[in-house]
């Protein structure tokens, strides 16, 4: 978690308010942040969604998974699959991800799944962009 955020953990209370804000989020935009199963066991293994954090003036990928569902290709897959929903029920013309820089595996992902680095004045962290695609944006492999 020491990535995600401010790094805390949050407790039931605004676990519960976080999960009102996305479900408010898919009502009104038709996406959000999802949770992340495997699909052989069911297990929760992290989230992945498109936000819109109060700070920022652009929407963000991102995703949290779980030390033990790295190095299983389950962020590129899921990364995909949100970009390509995203792209299909908004209008948005981008979307962007902000990655510690010290976070290479972060960064192949967002390669993997088409983002580009982009400019970023901030040196505490990389920025990578990818705008709309032309045709439809398969979450295939």
Not at 26 to 37: E, I
Not at 43 to 56: E, K, L, S
Not at 85 to 93: A, G, N, Y
Request: hydrophobic share 35%; proline share 4%.
């Amino acid at each position: 978690m020491r990535f995600v955020g401010d790094g805390t953990t949050l407790d039931r209370a605004d676990v519960a308010r976080w999960i009102r804000i996305c479900q408010e989020k898919y009502a009104t935009r038709g996406y959000g942040t999802s949770a992340v199963m495997e699909r052989e066991t069911g297990a929760f293994v992290g989230y992945c969604g498109v936000v819109r954090p109060p700070d920022q003036d652009f929407d963000e990928l991102i995703y949290v998974l779980h030390r033990r569902s790295w190095g299983k290709g389950y962020a590129t897959e899921v990364g995909r699959a949100m970009l390509a929903h995203v792209f299909d029920v908004s209008t948005l013309s981008s979307i962007s991800a902000t990655i510690d820089p010290h976070k290479d595996q972060s960064k192949r992902v967002t390669a993997r799944i088409g983002m580009v680095q982009a400019p970023c004045s901030d040196d505490s962290m990389s920025y990578w962009v990818i705008g709309r695609p032309t045709g439809r944006l398969s979450s295939a492999p």
